[in-house]
């Protein structure tokens, strides 16, 4: 059974950063493209960024238009663990941010909801203006 576990949220102030986590279980990480979605009350959870491994060094990343240039996705394998660097928040960033693992393996990335199977509890991210 896969577990993902969000920690990391917070509350700040415009321009601050945070950086979230997402603690992986139950199948072979690195083999699974993750992604960050985020969602507030009464809209639909949206796409942030995803990330894949193609090996080495070697990575795939893509990120909403929304977030590029501020927040960075990244992962350690070795450490089972997907991480979300935001820096410049704003006061639209103020979601539940959501970490998932893909459906299947793979060097695929997905901006879609319904590519992802597994889905951690989500973490509070509030940004004061």
């Known amino acids: 059974q896969v577990q993902l576990v969000e920690s990391g949220g917070g509350l700040v102030q415009a321009g601050a950063s945070l950086r979230l986590s997402c603690a992986a279980s139950?199948?072979?990480?690195?083999?699974?493209?993750m992604g960050w979605f985020r969602q507030v009350p009464g809209k639909e959870r949206e796409f942030v960024a995803v990330?894949?491994?193609?090996?080495?060094?070697?990575?795939?990343?893509d990120y909403a238009d929304s977030v590029k240039g501020r927040f960075t996705i990244s992962r350690d394998n070795a450490k089972n663990t997907m991480y979300l660097q935001m820096n410049s928040l704003k006061p639209e960033d103020t979601a539940v941010y959501y970490c998932?693992?893909?459906?299947?393996?793979?060097?695929?990335?997905?901006?879609?909801?319904?590519?992802?199977?597994?889905w951690g509890q989500g973490t509070q991210v509030t940004v004061s203006s």
């Open positions: 998932a693992q893909k459906d299947r393996p793979g060097f695929g990335l997905s901006k879609s909801r319904s590519d992802y199977d597994y």
């Open positions: 990330i894949s491994w193609i090996g080495g060094s070697t990575y795939y990343t």
């Open positions: 139950g199948r072979t990480f690195s083999r699974y493209p």
